[in-house]
Nanobody
Protein backbone atom coordinates (compact mmCIF):
# COMPACT_ATOMS: atom_id res chain seq x y z
CA UNK A 1 0.00 0.00 0.00
CA UNK A 2 1.16 3.54 -0.70
CA UNK A 3 0.20 6.46 1.50
CA UNK A 4 0.31 10.16 0.74
CA UNK A 5 -0.18 12.91 3.29
CA UNK A 6 -1.71 16.31 2.66
CA UNK A 7 -2.81 19.29 4.69
CA UNK A 8 0.47 20.95 5.52
CA UNK A 9 0.22 24.41 6.93
CA UNK A 10 1.38 27.29 9.06
CA UNK A 11 -1.01 28.18 11.85
CA UNK A 12 -0.95 30.30 14.94
CA UNK A 13 -0.99 28.79 18.39
CA UNK A 14 -4.51 27.87 19.34
CA UNK A 15 -5.48 27.21 15.75
CA UNK A 16 -6.58 24.05 14.01
CA UNK A 17 -5.41 21.94 11.12
CA UNK A 18 -6.60 18.73 9.51
CA UNK A 19 -4.19 16.33 7.90
CA UNK A 20 -5.24 13.68 5.43
CA UNK A 21 -3.60 10.40 4.50
CA UNK A 22 -4.75 8.87 1.24
CA UNK A 23 -3.87 5.22 0.65
CA UNK A 24 -3.79 3.23 -2.53
CA UNK A 25 -4.96 -0.33 -2.93
CA UNK A 26 -8.16 -2.20 -2.27
CA UNK A 27 -7.34 -3.49 1.19
CA UNK A 28 -7.19 -0.23 3.12
CA UNK A 29 -9.48 -1.66 5.78
CA UNK A 30 -6.88 -4.33 6.57
CA UNK A 31 -4.42 -1.73 7.84
CA UNK A 32 -4.06 0.01 11.13
CA UNK A 33 -3.23 3.64 10.37
CA UNK A 34 -1.10 5.88 12.51
CA UNK A 35 0.44 9.33 12.57
CA UNK A 36 3.95 10.05 13.75
CA UNK A 37 5.75 13.36 13.87
CA UNK A 38 9.34 14.48 13.95
CA UNK A 39 10.51 17.82 15.25
CA UNK A 40 13.90 19.22 14.24
CA UNK A 41 16.66 17.46 16.11
CA UNK A 42 14.30 14.97 17.72
CA UNK A 43 13.31 11.40 17.12
CA UNK A 44 10.14 10.48 15.33
CA UNK A 45 7.33 10.02 17.84
CA UNK A 46 3.91 8.44 17.85
CA UNK A 47 0.98 10.87 17.73
CA UNK A 48 -2.19 8.88 17.12
CA UNK A 49 -3.41 5.59 15.71
CA UNK A 50 -6.63 3.98 14.60
CA UNK A 51 -7.49 0.33 14.13
CA UNK A 52 -8.47 -1.12 10.78
CA UNK A 53 -12.19 -0.87 11.48
CA UNK A 54 -11.95 2.44 13.28
CA UNK A 55 -13.32 1.20 16.58
CA UNK A 56 -10.09 1.62 18.51
CA UNK A 57 -7.89 4.68 18.76
CA UNK A 58 -4.78 5.60 20.69
CA UNK A 59 -3.12 8.93 21.34
CA UNK A 60 0.12 10.20 22.74
CA UNK A 61 -0.37 11.94 26.07
CA UNK A 62 0.91 15.16 24.54
CA UNK A 63 -2.03 15.39 22.12
CA UNK A 64 -4.88 13.77 24.06
CA UNK A 65 -7.90 16.01 24.08
CA UNK A 66 -6.54 18.12 21.23
CA UNK A 67 -6.30 15.65 18.36
CA UNK A 68 -8.78 13.26 16.80
CA UNK A 69 -7.85 10.49 14.40
CA UNK A 70 -10.48 9.05 12.10
CA UNK A 71 -10.76 7.09 8.89
CA UNK A 72 -13.12 6.63 6.00
CA UNK A 73 -12.56 3.18 4.59
CA UNK A 74 -14.80 3.90 1.63
CA UNK A 75 -12.42 6.71 0.63
CA UNK A 76 -9.20 4.92 1.63
CA UNK A 77 -8.32 7.91 3.75
CA UNK A 78 -7.31 8.56 7.32
CA UNK A 79 -7.44 11.95 8.99
CA UNK A 80 -5.84 13.75 11.89
CA UNK A 81 -7.79 16.71 13.22
CA UNK A 82 -5.59 18.90 15.39
CA UNK A 83 -7.07 21.64 17.55
CA UNK A 84 -5.62 24.05 20.10
CA UNK A 85 -2.27 23.69 18.42
CA UNK A 86 0.89 24.59 20.31
CA UNK A 87 4.33 25.60 19.02
CA UNK A 88 5.66 22.27 20.27
CA UNK A 89 3.38 20.53 17.78
CA UNK A 90 5.63 21.83 15.01
CA UNK A 91 7.24 19.13 12.92
CA UNK A 92 6.91 16.86 9.95
CA UNK A 93 3.90 14.61 10.25
CA UNK A 94 4.07 11.15 8.76
CA UNK A 95 1.30 8.72 8.04
CA UNK A 96 2.08 5.03 8.29
CA UNK A 97 0.21 1.79 7.72
CA UNK A 98 0.53 -1.70 9.16
CA UNK A 99 -1.36 -4.77 8.06
CA UNK A 100 -2.75 -5.54 11.48
CA UNK A 101 -5.67 -4.83 13.74
CA UNK A 102 -3.27 -3.75 16.48
CA UNK A 103 -2.14 -0.15 16.92
CA UNK A 104 1.59 -0.15 17.61
CA UNK A 105 3.39 2.98 18.72
CA UNK A 106 6.86 1.98 17.54
CA UNK A 107 8.14 3.26 14.20
CA UNK A 108 9.86 -0.06 13.49
CA UNK A 109 6.50 -1.83 13.25
CA UNK A 110 5.44 0.02 10.13
CA UNK A 111 6.38 -0.93 6.60
CA UNK A 112 4.49 1.73 4.69
CA UNK A 113 5.20 5.42 5.11
CA UNK A 114 4.22 8.63 3.44
CA UNK A 115 6.69 11.35 2.53
CA UNK A 116 5.58 13.58 5.40
CA UNK A 117 3.87 16.93 5.56
CA UNK A 118 5.10 20.00 7.40
CA UNK A 119 3.12 21.52 10.25
CA UNK A 120 4.35 24.77 11.73
CA UNK A 121 2.70 26.41 14.71
CA UNK A 122 3.76 29.96 15.49
CA UNK A 123 3.54 31.47 18.94
Amino acid sequence: VQVVESGRGLVQAGGSLRLSCAASGRTFNAYAMVWFRQAPGKEREFVAGISRGGSNTDYADSVKGRCTISRDNAKNTAYLQMDFLKPEDTGIYYCAARNSWIIVTSTSAYDYWGQGTQVTVSS
